[in-house]
Nanobody, 120 residues
Framework: QVRLVESGGDLVQAGGSLRLSCATSGPILSINAMGWYRQAPGKQRELVAGISSGGTVNYADYVKGRFTISRDNAKNTVSLQMNSLKPEDTAVYYC??????????????WGQGTQVTVSS
């Protein structure tokens, strides 16, 4: 089965940086869009950044200029470089990917999440 595994979450001071990574595995034929979402306690999950297979990116307004999403199509991985972190960036960050499997089905898959905590 397809699996997504995030890494890189940590406790960091405000103004600091973190880099999140997401590795994929399983019967993957191709991956269309990939992205990062986050969910803070008591809040709904929200889009942070997305990237298409062709490299087109989009960002939530609150991370523009601070976060950068990138992907390695050869390795089927996606990363999120987070700079100038703020306490309000504290959340569980989830990786997602729209995967076409070898059985020719297409579905959205999610990782288990990685905790990012920004102290003031």
């Amino acid at each position: 089965q397809v699996r997504l595994v995030e890494s890189g979450g940590d406790l960091v001071q405000a103004g600091g940086s973190l880099r999140l990574s997401c590795a994929t595995s399983g019967p993957i034929l191709s991956i269309n869009a990939m992205g990062w979402y986050r969910q803070a306690p008591g809040k709904q999950r929200e889009l942070v950044a997305g990237i298409s297979s062709g490299g087109t990116v989009n960002y939530a307004d609150y991370v523009k200029g601070r976060f950068t999403i990138s992907r390695d199509n050869a390795k089927n991985t996606v990363s999120l470089q987070m700079n100038s972190l703020k306490p309000e960036d504290t959340a569980v960050y989830y990786c997602t990917a729209r995967v076409r499997t070898w059985s020719l089905t297409t579905s959205d898959y999610w990782g288990q999440g990685t905790q990012v905590t920004v102290s003031s």
